[in-house]
């Protein structure tokens, strides 16, 4: 059983973005930029928006938190959002997710400029991204596949079943596996809450590599898996002890696979790295860098 290291991955690959932009700013041009929108209190966005900004300023970014109370309506929040749209200092936008329930979250992500949409969540690149054209991809999603790239796990002609059918992980990733992408060609299932048990167990008993992203500890235990199964663990799941897992039972599953995801330190990590991909390439696109 080998480790599929989200840090040591994300950890080069924001180095090398560090590289890139201290050339272009010692080429005269001004920095990176990614604002944050954060609404309201809620403990989890707190420690996902803390990672993103860390990481902003060791990829060279700058970056902005734009704390709004929980009582803002749809309209005051559509208005910031206009608001950055127009302002040609930021390259990259980002409403954290969830929202309060009194704000329709499509709504929301409907009315960032795709162009500054570096979730990768905006119909249009989601559309761009599905039709197989140039677009800000899902950051988890596109963390994953450069995880996979950065070990040479190939996926061409792979049966991948992914578990959860999410509009964030599981039906981008789904596709994107499923594309004819540079990490993509592979055969893919895409099972969710109404997969009958019976047919879940039998793809991913024979799937070379499962994804999973439902949220519930354990889920995922060594029956469910054949040997030599590669393993990507999406959950985040905080226990009553405080202790931070993922959807899979690790300790009884990973002895049987060939590569694994840690939680944390898996795609954690990379998708805040690949959230800094997809910032850069906003950067490059906006001072025609590409
Ligand atoms: P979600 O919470 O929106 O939905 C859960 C999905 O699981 C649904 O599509 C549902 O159909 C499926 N599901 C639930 N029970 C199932 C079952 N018994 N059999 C098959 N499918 C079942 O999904 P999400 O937003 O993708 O989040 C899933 C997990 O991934 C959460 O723990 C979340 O915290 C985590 N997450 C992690 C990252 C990361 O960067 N690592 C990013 C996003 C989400």
Same mark, same amino acid.
């Given at each position: 059983m080998n480790i599929l290291d989200g840090k040591k991955?994300?950890? %080069?690959? $924001?180095?090398?973005? !560090?590289?890139?932009?201290?050339?272009?700013?010692?080429?005269? =041009?001004?920095?990176?930029?990614?604002?944050?929108?954060?609404?309201?209190?809620?403990?989890?966005?707190?420690?996902?928006?803390? %990672?993103? $900004?860390?990481?902003? !300023?060791?990829?060279?970014?700058?970056?902005?938190?734009?704390? =709004?109370?929980?009582?803002?309506?749809?309209?005051?929040?559509?208005?910031?959002?206009?608001?950055?749209?127009?302002?040609?200092?930021?390259?990259?936008?980002?409403?954290?997710?969830?929202?309060?329930?009194?704000?329709?979250?499509?709504?929301?992500?409907?009315?960032?400029?795709?162009?500054?949409?570096?979730?990768?969540?905006?119909?249009?690149?989601?559309?761009?991204?599905?039709?197989?054209?140039?677009?800000?991809?899902?950051?988890?999603?596109?963390?994953?596949?450069?995880l996979l790239q950065y070990y040479s796990i190939p996926t061409k002609a792979k049966h991948v079943v992914v578990i959860g059918r999410s509009n964030i992980v599981g039906k981008p990733i789904s596709i994107m596996l499923a594309n004819d992408f540079d990490i993509g060609n592979a055969t893919v299932t895409l099972t969710h809450i109404e997969t009958p048990r019976e047919l879940l167990l039998e793809m991913t008993r024979v799937a070379d590599i499962v994804i999973v992203a439902v949220g519930i500890p354990g889920f995922v235990t060594p029956d469910m898996v054949k040997e030599g199964a590669v393993l990507i663990d999406v959950g985040i799941n905080r226990l009553e002890s405080g202790k931070l897992v993922g959807d899979v039972d690790f300790d009884a599953v990973a002895p049987k696979c060939s590569w694994i995801t840690p939680v944390p330190g898996g795609v954690g990590r990379m998708t805040v790295a690949a959230l800094m991909i997809n910032t850069l390439n906003a950067y490059q696109n906006n001072f025609n860098l590409v």
């Open positions: 991955c994300a950890d %080069s690959l $924001i180095a090398e973005i !560090g590289k890139k932009v201290s050339g272009y700013v010692q080429g005269g =041009l001004r920095k990176p930029h990614m604002t944050i929108i954060l609404v309201g209190e809620h403990a989890p966005s707190e420690s996902y928006v803390k %990672s993103k $900004i860390t990481t902003s !300023g060791l990829s060279g970014f700058e970056s902005e938190l734009i704390r =709004l109370p929980e009582s803002i309506r749809e309209e005051e929040l559509l208005a910031r959002i206009r608001e950055i749209n127009e302002d040609h200092t930021t390259d990259g936008l980002i409403v954290q997710l969830p929202l309060p329930k009194h704000i329709n979250p499509q709504n929301i992500i409907n009315a960032i400029d795709p162009a500054k949409d570096i979730d990768g969540f905006h119909p249009t690149n989601f559309g761009k991204m599905t039709l197989g054209q140039k677009a800000f991809r899902p950051a988890t999603a596109y963390g994953i596949c450069k």
